[in-house]
């Protein structure tokens, strides 16, 4: 009998979501590079369906995301890394978007203080 999906799998599927909504990444092309339906992959991103951990790689790899992110929100430990709702990412995205770059450093620089980390600890700027 194949293990049910749970709650854990449900925040996994958020996450992955979340991800790829952020890139403006479409479903299809994500289930196409990990090779499986649209309608499967959309299964894991509802927590329908369990993701496989090579597949959950692979998702990762196709979203250019660290795994970790992925797992946010899974364990205490992880609360406070949760990722933004896709909404939040998709409005501030475009809000940068928008904007020339020397304006986007200085929103990002203003994000970084309101989070009260620093740009050491942030993921490199993808070049």
Known sequence: MKPRADATDAVIGRNVAAARTARGIRRALVAEAI????????????????????????????LGVPISDLFAGTSRASEKRRLPSSRAVT?????????????????????????????????????
């Open 35 to 62: 090779g499986v339906t649209v309608q499967q992959y959309q299964k894991y991103e509802t927590g329908g369906s369990r993701i496989s951990a090579s597949r959950l790689v692979r998702i990762a790899e196709a």
């Open 91 to 127: 409005r501030a995205t475009a809000l940068l978007r928008a904007m020339p770059e020397r304006q986007q450093e200085l929103a990002v620089d203003a994000l970084t203080i309101i989070a009260g980390t620093t740009r050491s600890t942030l993921p490199p700027d993808p070049k």
